[in-house]
């Protein structure tokens, strides 16, 4: 079983999210997706200020499952992090390219995590195949 991230970006920024076991998505155009799956900036993301300054914060998202982390994204006190400071540059750009969010938003999810004390772990590598039957095996040139 295999699970990674679907992205969709709307023009303003907005950003969702979606599960996608074993590739379930892979076909699914985002056009489609987003049908499949409406999203609202207003409902997902209610105004709330910065836990650490009072800013305004770009993001606030919550942390990966079972963690209880509510992760920040604030221009003020991010800006010297480094997945941070990339993130909001994305995220502030009028020509923000959708195709760089996966990398960004999970680059800025480890580094906010590493900062409440989580590491990522690391994928497992893939089982090794097995060996071909005997009668299958490659002749050599002779």
């Not at 609202?40 to 305004?56: F, H, L, V, W, Y």
């Not at 998202?61 to 003020?76: D, Q």
């Not at 992090?81 to 020509?95: E, G, L, N, T, V």
């Not at 390219?97 to 938003?105: N, S, V």
Request: charged residues 25%.
């Amino acid at each position: 079983m295999s699970f990674t991230w679907r992205y969709l970006v709307r023009p303003d920024g907005d950003f969702c999210r979606i599960g996608n076991l074993d590739g379930s998505l892979d076909d699914v155009s985002d056009e489609e997706l987003a049908r499949l799956h409406p999203f609202d900036r207003e409902e997902d993301q209610s105004a709330r200020p910065c836990s650490r300054c009072g800013g305004e914060l770009l993001l606030h998202w919550h942390g990966p499952l079972m963690t209880g982390v509510w992760m920040e994204l604030c221009p003020a006190c991010d800006a010297h992090r480094p997945a941070a400071r990339a993130f909001i540059h994305w995220y502030r750009d009028a020509d923000r390219d959708p195709k760089a969010l996966p990398q960004l938003f999970e680059d800025w999810e480890t580094e906010t995590m590493h900062v409440h004390g989580w590491a990522r772990a690391a994928q497992p590598a893939p089982p090794p195949s097995p060996p071909a039957p005997p009668g299958l095996a490659p002749r050599g040139r002779g």
